[in-house]
C-alpha cells in the first residue's frame, strides 16, 4: 500500500491559465475521489468514479473543471481560464469497493491564483 | 446528510484522554457517524465509523447516545501526534459516496 500519490504539490498560475493535476490512487482501489478545500474549511465533494466513469459531479464543480479517469487508474483534474477563487487545496481520495466511507486521502495539491 | 455540530477547539493534556463531542440530532435511521481527522498539511484520514453502537478500533472508541442524537470520539491516551482538526460526518450509507466535512474540531494536544 504506497498510499495515494498527487502532482504537483504546489502549483502558482497566473488567472485565466489553464492548469492539470495528476491523482494517482492505492492500486486496487476502483473508487477515486476529487474534493477542494479553502483555508478553515473542511473539503467540499467535486466528483468521484468508479473505474473509469464518473458518476457524480458537484454543483461546485463549474464547467471550467473537467476530470477524468480514463483506464480506471490515475485521474486528472483540469481547470481552465482560473480565477483567483479557484486559489485552494485540491485533494484527492481513494476507496475499495463497498467502503466508500474509507477514504485515504492523499497530501493534496495547493493552487494559488494570482 | 444530516448535519452536525461540533466545539470549533479544545485542548488536551498529553497523557490524558481527549474527548470530543459531536451532536447530530437530525440523524436518521440508516445514517452512519464517521470521524476523521486532519493533520497540518495532510489529507484527512479516516478514524473510525459507527451506527448505534459503541466501537472501538486501534485508534479511537466511538459512543454514540441511546437517542443517536450525539456522539463522542475518545483518544484514551492523547498524544501530541493526535494535535489535528477532526471532523464528525454523518452519512447514509446507501448509493451516497460522498463525505460532507463540516469545519471540525481543532483539538491540540499540550505537552
Known amino acids: 500500500d504506497t498510499g495515494v500519490s498527487q502532482d504537483p504539490r504546489h502549483k502558482i498560475t497566473k488567472r485565466g491559465q489553464n492548469v492539470t493535476f495528476r491523482c494517482d490512487p492505492i492500486?486496487?482501489?476502483?473508487?477515486l475521489y476529487w474534493y477542494r478545500q479553502t483555508l478553515g474549511q473542511g473539503p467540499e465533494f467535486l466528483t468521484y468514479?468508479?473505474?473509469?466513469?464518473?458518476?457524480?459531479k458537484s454543483r461546485l464543480l463549474s464547467d471550467r473543471f473537467s476530470a477524468e479517469r480514463p483506464k480506471g487508474s490515475f485521474s486528472t483534474l483540469e481547470i481552465q481560464r482560473t480565477e483567483q477563487g479557484d486559489s485552494a487545496m485540491y485533494l484527492c481520495a481513494s476507496s475499495r469497493n463497498g467502503k466508500a466511507y474509507e477514504q485515504y486521502f492523499g497530501p493534496g495539491t495547493r493552487l494559488t491564483v494570482t | 446528510d444530516a448535519k452536525t455540530t461540533q466545539p470549533p477547539s479544545m485542548d488536551c493534556a498529553e497523557g490524558r484522554a481527549a474527548n470530543l463531542p459531536c451532536n447530530h440530532s437530525t440523524i436518521s435511521g440508516n445514517e452512519y457517524v464517521y470521524w476523521y481527522r486532519q493533520i497540518h498539511s495532510q489529507g484527512p484520514q479516516y478514524i473510525i465509523h459507527?451506527?448505534?453502537n459503541n466501537e472501538t478500533n486501534e485508534m479511537a472508541s466511538l459512543i454514540i447516545t441511546e437517542d443517536r442524537k450525539s456522539s463522542t470520539l475518545i483518544l484514551p491516551h492523547a498524544t501530541l501526534r493526535d494535535t489535528a482538526v477532526y471532523y464528525c460526518i454523518v452519512r447514509d450509507s446507501f448509493g451516497n459516496e460522498k463525505l460532507t466535512f463540516g469545519t471540525g474540531t481543532r483539538l491540540t494536544i499540550i505537552p
Open positions: 492500486s486496487e482501489h476502483n473508487r
Open positions: 468514479f468508479q473505474n473509469e466513469a464518473q458518476l457524480e
Open positions: 459507527g451506527l448505534k
